[in-house]
């Protein structure tokens, strides 16, 4: 009887028995066709670019916001049940940095809802750029967007309260519920940076 042929191992083959993963072209898979990119791959990069740019924005006034609180805990421990002048000029730089949150906030509730509408628009199954179908890109833009709104409330309720507490455990509660920024975790950063490396605005370093 004849016998079966061994099977042979395919040439530049690193696993046997596995035929090569084809991956998804990306519509801005060089310099060029970044520069002419149109239709759903350029809004999506366009609002990933949107959503950074006011993270950036958001991280100086939280910064500053942070070192005013500081500075409030400090006056506050200080003369606990005093309103000096000098902590009602400290809480009035806190409502303006309050106060240029607020259209930070708008602009990240706008994001969601563009790349909500975009979600609708585009029927395809494939993914938009390399990985990612449009499902996917829209639940790390509203995820990262959402984070940022949710902690707006924080920030209001830090700056409604701070001013007034009677005891140093109380205010310094505050200044670090400010400064901690709980709603933007470690998985917000992280989505952030994978959306930024989905749309080609962050490069992987292959060396």
């Known amino acids: 009887m004849k016998m079966s042929q061994t099977p042979r191992r395919t040439p530049n083959s690193n696993s046997p028995g596995f035929a090569p993963v084809k991956l998804h072209q990306s519509p801005i898979a060089s310099p060029n066709s970044q520069k002419n990119l149109t239709g759903v791959p350029r809004v999506v990069r366009d609002l990933a670019a949107d959503l950074y740019n006011n993270v950036q924005k958001w991280n100086n006034l939280h910064i500053r916001g942070a070192q005013l609180c500081k500075q409030i805990a400090i006056c506050k421990t200080d003369k606990p049940f005093e309103y000096s002048p000098e902590l009602e000029t400290l809480t009035n730089d806190l409502y303006e940095c309050v106060d240029e949150l607020k259209p930070i906030k708008e602009a990240f509730e706008m994001i969601i809802k563009q790349a909500e509408a975009m979600k609708k628009l585009q029927k395809t199954p494939e993914p938009v750029f390399f990985g990612h179908k449009m499902e996917g890109l829209v639940e790390m833009v509203h995820y990262v967007a959402n984070a940022y709104v949710t902690e707006y ?6 700056l409604e309260n701070i001013a007034h507490t009677q005891s140093k455990d109380e205010v310094m509660f505050f ?19 994978s959306l930024l490396t989905e749309t080609c605005h962050r490069t992987i370093d292959q060396t």
């Not at 200044?175 to 940076?193: H, R, S």
């Open 153 to 158: 409330s924080v920030k209001q309720t830090v």
């Open 175 to 193: 200044a670090t519920f400010w400064t901690l920024q709980t709603n933007v975790d470690d998985k917000v950063t992280l989505k952030l940076e």
